[in-house]
């Protein structure tokens, strides 16, 4: 049995595993075993800790031939009580593996990896600090099974370039070269606010299906994001919202609330930010902070939201300009996700 599961899920996966009947290995992989491997390896023989197309049938062939997992480089496993971990594998080439196979064909994971290093966020911690990716051909190849063509990517104008620096050539190159219906920067992709440029939004609207695309903003208060690590500044959201407006595209734009610092001035500043984003036609994603293993945030509790901007919150949810759960203990009367 192998799985890949988040925080939430985990318990319910330990209960299967400690009921089951069967005599097997269990092997454990995914954000939360990679991030607390000890805590996973009291019900899992194995962990594969972060990115597991090598890891893993390289684990299999080991426990298939009785040779010594030890030397199955990107794995923890118990000796008695002592957790042991093998010493990190290199990152996986996208080009060596498939999206999808003939049967369930998904998006396209076309990246991996972030510079940044938000606080919040599993992603650099798992897949490293440095982007990778996937070939224009393999895309391309693989491009020709959909019909809607949907990618992958923790920021998709980010195709091609070292995550800081867009390079919009690259991003032409790989969107002239699919067919289909094309949906990019759209879910399940995002788009970090300081790479939206007037060229890569023209290249959407000349060569994509979609009409919006998904930003990260995360906060309206400057304070917070220079708190989080996020790297950009909330001017820069609006100055990607005002470009997305002259193009004719709709911003869907991401904001946690109860982050660990953030105070009721904090989220006033997003409120208002949030009612300038409608004001010019954009939408809005709204979430509660959740503090996840492997992060710097992992022991963080959140701060609690305002009764004042769970109210207005849920007056803009109730007129469909905002989806999402922004409070914990807000009513599920006001989700339209």
């Known amino acids: 049995m192998i ?42 023989d194995f962990v594969v800790l972060g990115e597991g197309e090598v890891t893993l049938p390289d684990l299999i062939v080991a426990l298939s031939s009785a040779n010594d997992t030890g030397s199955v480089r990107g794995i923890a496993y118990k000796q008695g009580d002592t957790v042991l971990h093998t010493g990190a594998r290199r990152h996986a080439d ?5 999206p ?3 049967g369930l064909r998904s998006p396209i994971e076309i990246s991996r990896g972030c510079p940044h290093a938000c606080k919040y966020c599993q992603t650099p911690r798992l897949f490293g600090n440095t982007m990778r990716h996937r070939s224009v051909q393999s895309i391309a190849h693989y491009s020709r099974s959909l019909t809607d063509v949907r990618f992958i990517s923790p920021n998709a104008f980010a195709y091609g370039s070292d995550g800081r620096h867009p390079e919009v050539s690259k991003v032409a190159r790989l969107l002239e070269s699919i067919q289909g219906n094309i949906y990019f920067g759209t879910f399940p992709s995002e788009v970090r606010p300081e790479f939206v440029t007037r060229e890569l939004l023209e290249l959407v609207t000349t ?3 979609n009409t919006s695309i998904h930003l990260g903003a995360q906060s309206g208060s400057d304070a917070i994001l220079e708190e989080i690590g996020r790297g950009h500044s909330r001017h820069e959201v609006e100055l990607a919202l005002d470009l997305c407006r002259d193009c004719g595209i709709t911003p869907v734009i991401d904001f946690i609330f109860g982050l660990p610092t953030e105070t009721r001035a904090d989220q006033l500043k997003s409120l208002d930010l949030i009612e300038r984003i409608i004001a010019k036609k954009g939408k809005i994603r709204a979430h509660y902070f959740t503090p996840l293993p492997g992060t710097p945030y992992r022991d963080k509790k959140p701060s609690p939201v305002s009764p004042e901007v769970n ?27």
């Not at 996208?94 to 498939?98: E, G, I, S, V």
Request: aromatic content about 16%; some cysteine.
């Open 3 to 44: 799985y890949s599961f988040a925080t939430p899920q985990a318990e319910e996966v330990y209960r299967e595993i400690e009921g089951s009947k069967l005599r097997s290995t269990y092997i454990g992989g995914g954000p939360h075993p990679s991030a607390k491997p000890a805590e996973a390896l009291q019900f899992f």
């Open 94 to 98: 996208l080009n060596m593996f498939p």
């Open 100 to 102: 999808f196979t003939e």
């Open 207 to 209: 060569y994509c299906a």
């Open 311 to 337: 109210k207005k919150l849920g007056k803009l949810a109730r007129d469909g300009h905002l989806s999402g759960r922004w409070d914990f203990h807000a009513s599920k009367k006001w989700e339209t996700i």
